[in-house]
């Protein structure tokens, strides 16, 4: 399963509430082991557990899509 967290990258906007899926993400990340897999062809950042996957896209919301797409 991929669960994809959206929201604007740096931090001007790490408490924007257009970051709630960043926020939710980071404490998935958090309270659970998971391993990193970032790539620059990603666009953002992956992270693996057994079953899941977790990305961020580094991208803006608008264009988050590229990143979903690698």
Do not use: W
């Amino acid at each position: 399963m991929l669960v994809v967290g959206l929201g604007n990258p740096g931090e001007k906007y790490k408490l924007n509430r257009h970051n709630i899926g960043f926020l939710i993400c980071d404490y998935i990340l958090k309270n659970n082991s998971f391993s990193n897999l970032t790539k620059s062809s990603f666009e953002g950042e992956l992270y693996k557990s057994n079953e899941l996957f977790i990305l961020k896209p580094q991208t803006y919301m608008n264009l988050s899509g590229k990143s979903v797409l690698a």
